[in-house]
């Protein structure tokens, strides 16, 4: 059925080192790939996604690579910060291009930015 | 910059006790959703409308949850009777539906249900 694996489920890095974050599909149909960031006690928040069209994307600190043949996609955060310290979930739209498919999210990464 | 707004923020409630939670999505947003969190996971879907629609509510318990978009504004998801294993966050999250960033998410700040 749907499912989206994310490892690891926490990830210790220095700050100022990188941290890689992965995650796994199922539905090859799969199209839109988004990653959301949520702090303790917050909703969650959009910090970058992904489409199917395009291998991979950057926004300042942050990349996301997507290789669909192995249905694998990833978020790089470089120069880590005490703020990037967080819960981080992927997640991968379902079925088509229809507003009305499902977005299934995997299980989170805490991330944890050493001092 | 407009948000997802959600009440109440918290909500403890006895098992068997009713308990609703309202949601009002960004203005103009078509496709509106309820996920359930359930502590160190990852959000749940429960329910989709496409405006007052329900397009997806397979894993809504449906013999004690509902939801309902009367106007294709804002929602409600109810709970009747809450049980233990309902404790959890609830979050409701729109997204535009029709425009090029149709599938983005925006989440609402959730509500915390504990039933005791």
């Known amino acids: 059925g749907e499912n989206v694996e994310q490892h690891p489920s926490t990830l210790s890095v220095q700050e100022g080192d990188s941290a890689v974050i992965k995650c796994t599909y199922s539905d090859s149909a799969s199209n839109y790939f988004p990653w959301y960031k949520q702090e303790l006690g917050k909703r969650p928040q959009l910090i970058i996604d992904?489409?199917?069209?395009?291998g991979e994307k950057k926004d300042q600190r942050i990349a996301v690579t997507l290789n669909k043949t192995a249905k694998h996609f990833s978020l790089h955060i470089t120069e880590t910060q005490p703020e990037d310290s967080a819960v981080y979930f992927c997640a991968a739209r379902y079925s088509g291009y229809s507003s009305a498919s499902k977005i299934i999210f995997g299980s989170g990464t805490r991330l944890s930015i050493r001092p | 910059e407009a948000e997802v707004a959600q009440s109440p923020r918290y909500k403890i409630t006895e098992k068997s006790q009713a308990v609703a939670f309202w949601c009002d999505p960004i203005?103009?947003?078509?496709?509106l959703y309820w996920y359930r969190q359930i502590l160190g996971q990852g959000p749940e879907l429960l329910v989709q409308f496409q405006d007052e629609s329900v397009v997806d509510d397979s894993q809504l318990p449906k013999d004690r949850f509902s939801a309902e978009r009367l106007k294709g504004v804002d929602s409600t998801l109810k709970i009747q009777p809450a049980e233990l294993g309902d404790s959890a966050m609830y979050l409701c999250a729109s997204s535009p539906g029709t425009s090029g960033r149709r599938d983005t998410q925006y989440f609402g700040p959730g509500t915390r249900l504990t039933v005791l």
């Open positions: 992904i489409r199917s069209n395009v």
């Open positions: 203005s103009g947003h078509a496709t």
